[in-house]
């Protein structure tokens, strides 16, 4: 049976929500600061309004381990999402270079890690190192090759092979006995 052709406007401006706001409006809550980071895995239920071009932004600190927090707006990041047919495409934010929140954040990610959130980081002491020799001002940006090209090719999905899958683990004898005999 074939799916129902969908329509995507790519018409600027893109449609821009506030992740928070946008989960309140369309979940009917109200959800103080104190429990945003409890309703985390909620969120998804905005991305089925992503068919247009859509940037989800501000996303709650304890979403966006890596990102700086918001200028202006307490609890969040300063990082965006964009959604196109209810996939996500890009996700980018402004690094944090601050070693002593970001090894922070990363002992709570590793805590909820522990209590079952396999979606939390791990702590990386390496990388919280480097940041004490001190990291200019960065951003961080991600485009799933992958659902790019399910975007072109009007796919709901697509077999990704990985190279390494493709290589034999171990040279067949027949090939190792020429090199063996020219050593």
């Not at 709570?108 to 001002?137: H, I, V, W």
């Amino acid at each position: 049976m074939p799916m129902d052709q969908i329509e995507i406007d790519f018409t600027p401006p893109f449609r821009r929500i506030k992740m928070i706001g946008e989960l309140e409006n369309v979940a009917n809550l109200n959800i103080p600061k104190d429990l945003a980071k409890k309703l985390t895995t909620c969120w998804r239920i905005l991305e089925v309004t992503c068919v247009n071009p859509t940037f989800i932004i501000n996303h709650p600190e304890i979403m966006s381990p890596w990102a700086k927090w918001h200028r202006s707006s307490s609890g969040l990041t300063e990082r965006f999402e964009l959604f196109i047919n209810q996939h996500e495409l890009c996700n980018a934010y402004t690094e944090l270079n601050n070693h002593v929140v970001q090894r922070q954040r990363f002992a709570d990610q590793f805590k909820d890690r522990q209590s079952g959130d396999d979606e939390a980081m791990a702590l990386d002491e390496t990388f919280c190192n480097a940041l004490e020799y001190e990291l200019p001002p960065t951003i961080g940006w991600g485009l799933g090759i992958d659902r790019l090209a399910m975007l072109l090719t009007d796919s709901q999905n697509i077999k990704v092979i990985l190279f390494p899958t493709m290589r034999p683990q171990d040279e067949p004898a027949a090939l190792k006995a020429p090199l063996q005999a020219e050593n």
